[in-house]
Structure formats: C-alpha cells, structure tokens
C-alpha cells in the first residue's frame, strides 16, 4: 500500500471507532443512566432543584452561586474554543511547507481538509457551550422564582433546563476530545487512528460508574425520599 493512501484507512477506521462508543454511550445513558457519569449526575440534578426549589428564598443564593460557577466553566470553553478557530483559521492562510514528520498524503488539498475538520470541531464546541449558557442564564431567573413553589410540573420543567445545559456543555467537550486526534492528523494518519483508539479507552473510564458509585447514589435517593424530600 502507498503511503499516500493511509489516510483513507486509518483516519476513517479510527473515526469509527470513536463513532461506535458514542453510539453506545447515547445507548447507555438512555437504557442505562445509571451505569454513566452523564446519566448519573442528570438524576443527582433532579434532586438538587427539588431540594433547592422547596424554599427558593432560603436557598436562592446557593443556586445562583452554582449556576454561574457553571456559567463561567461554559464561557471559558467557548473562548477557547472559538480562540483556537481563529487561529487555524490565520495559520490556513499562510502557505507552509509541510513537515518531514509527516506520514502520509502531503497535498495542499489534503491540509485543507485537515484543518477545515479541525475548525468545525471547534465551532460545534463553541456553539454547544453558548447553547450551555443560554439553558444555564434561564434556569438562574426560573430556579429562584417563590411563585413556582411547591408547582411540581414548574419544578420538573427547571430540572429539565438545567439537565440540557449540562448536556449541552458534555457535548461541547467531546468536541474538544475529537478535536485531539484532529489535531494529530496534521502529523499523519497513524497518530490519529492511535488517539482515536486510546481517547475511546480514556473516555469509557471517565463516562462510566463502577456499582460503589451506583450504590451510593441510589442509596442518597432512598434516603432523601424518607425524609420527605420530593423528587421526581
């Protein structure tokens, strides 16, 4: 095989590969919550909003406290995501030789593909973390609000906001994830298909719970609901 046509192995296999545990995470955390990180916290989010939302004068300032805690961790996302945009986006309009470390197809157009992949990745980053603090900036004014004391359908309706912030804010770091093997691309199509296999084995230990943290959560939950903490 040409060294040339590496890219159209390698590069592809390890996007696949990525592609397949994200598949099956989604999977997961719609079947199975519990068995992820994701899911997990979406549950512990329920019950902190039931909790804080029973007295929102009393608790009002921890919530915002937290929300812009949350609020802040976006922005600082989405800056640097929209930072590191612009800059591949000044350094595709220098022409550059290409290195001697490169292993690969070295072409013009190929470079271009490289980096117009590697700009997108940030963009969906940038956006997904906007999206994050749009839901976050909502849920602060809804979630100190003494009218939707003791309204449960209100009180879901906030958790439900909050949890799509999260999940706006998780996607906008899996897009920073991406961006790694992307990244390494520029130096050929082996290291790209050795992170995307490497990333995927990273990430089931960082987005899965072991039956400890199971426990533990489900037994907070019990706990909670005896004492008369309502929750959904």
Request: with cysteine.
């Amino acid at each position: 095989m040409e060294v040339k046509y590496l890219d159209f192995i390698l590069v592809p296999l390890g996007v696949l590969v990525l592609g397949i545990y994200h598949v099956w995470l989604l999977y997961t955390i719609i079947r199975y919550p519990s068995r992820t990180v994701i899911g997990l916290n979406a549950q512990s989010r329920y019950q902190w909003v039931f909790a804080l939302m029973s007295d929102p004068l009393k608790n009002g300032v921890l919530a915002v406290q937290t929300i812009r805690n949350n609020i802040m961790a976006s922005t600082l996302l989405a800056t640097t995501a929209i930072t590191l945009s612009s800059l591949i986006g000044v350094f595709a309009s220098n022409d550059t030789e290409e290195s001697k470390l490169i292993y690969g197809n070295k072409t013009s157009l190929n470079s271009s593909i490289k980096r117009l992949c590697i700009s997108v990745c940030f963009l969906v980053a940038f956006l997904c973390d906007v999206q994050s603090i749009r839901y976050y900036a909502q849920v602060s004014f809804l979630i100190t609000s003494p009218a939707l004391k003791g309204k449960v359908d209100f009180i879901e309706y906030v958790a439900k906001t909050l949890n799509r912030a999260n999940y706006a804010w998780s996607l906008g770091l899996q897009a920073f994830y991406l961006s790694i093997p992307l990244v390494l691309w520029i130096y050929g199509p082996i290291p790209v298909f050795a992170c995307c296999c490497l990333t995927s084995f990273a990430l089931y230990f960082l987005d899965t719970t072991t039956q400890i943290t199971q426990d533990l959560h489900t037994k907070s939950f019990k706990e909670k609901v005896s004492e008369g903490v309502e929750a959904p």
